[in-house]
């Protein structure tokens, strides 16, 4: 060792890789340095760069370039609702035409056998079950061939009509195709049931059709029963049919 050479000196317990000071940002009376300030003064002032406020609502007037793209993305975006509402009647009306009879205000057979099969699976124990009957126009047939198929339509029309009529607001009427109909009413007794046949039987013979001025009367079967728990919506047109075909044999 040379102990002629000049050594600095370091404190106990500095190894030398003690970092340096941090610069002072902010003197003593709490206002900004001047190095900080020289560090923000090439930065855009924060106010004049907002586009928009609070809330997303325009704070200024946009630029002529931005506008015109705004609005056209505002006009694309009407034309899909637009379309979407478009679309969306379109699908109701395809949902109605397939639950719907083609010319009476009734559900056809797939509805109401959907609607029955609803209401037997979702039955109550505590309540009764539903009644189901059926009902057939019996002359139909002759009303088709001597007068012609605009007079089998009205004349369906009125019975469905006079069916309407004859229901509460909880019951269900449908079309199982042809000249037959199926009327599901809930929670009867077999007594209810039997007398609520009976009126509408005297209620279609009472309301005769219209056609060409002509009066002609409305021939019709009715046959069903309650319903048993448990029983699937085919099983349960088949036991009102059976009732049906046994009464009018």
């Known amino acids: 060792m040379d102990v002629n050479k000049t050594t600095s000196i370091r404190p106990m317990g ?10 002072k940002l902010f003197s003593s009376d709490n206002e900004p340095s001047d190095e900080m300030e020289d560090e923000s003064a090439g930065l855009p002032h924060q106010k004049d760069s907002q586009a928009f406020a609070i809330g997303g609502l325009l704070s200024e007037k946009m630029p002529e370039p931005m506008q015109l793209a705004f609005d056209s993305m505002v006009s694309e975006l009407e034309q899909m609702r637009h379309k979407l509402e478009c679309a969306l009647r379109a699908e109701a009306r395809f949902l109605e035409a397939t639950h719907q009879h083609s010319f009476l205000p009734i559900v056809n057979r797939r509805e109401f056998y959907r609607e029955l099969s609803h209401i037997l699976l979702n039955s109550d124990e505590s309540v009764p079950p539903p009644g189901l009957f059926l009902l057939h126009l019996n002359n139909g047939g002759k009303i088709r061939r001597e007068l012609g198929r605009g007079a089998l339509d009205q004349a369906l029309e009125k019975t469905c009509s006079v069916i309407a009529d004859s ?3 909880n019951d269900l009427v449908g079309s199982l195709g042809g000249n037959d109909f199926a009327v599901l009413l809930l929670s009867p007794t077999p007594e209810v049931l039997e007398e ?9 013979q009472q309301e005769p059709f219209l056609w060409h001025h002509r009066k ?16 699937s919506a085919e099983n349960a047109v088949a036991f009102a049919d059976n009732i049906f075909v046994n009464k009018n044999k």
Request: glycine share 14%; no cysteine.
């Open 14 to 23: 500095d190894d030398g890789s003690r970092k340096p000071p941090r610069k």
């Open 196 to 204: 609520r046949l009976e009126q509408l039987q005297q209620a279609l």
């Open 216 to 231: 002609y009367n409305l021939d019709v079967s009715l046959g069903g029963g309650v319903l048993q728990s448990g029983q």
């Open 167 to 169: 229901l509460d607001q």
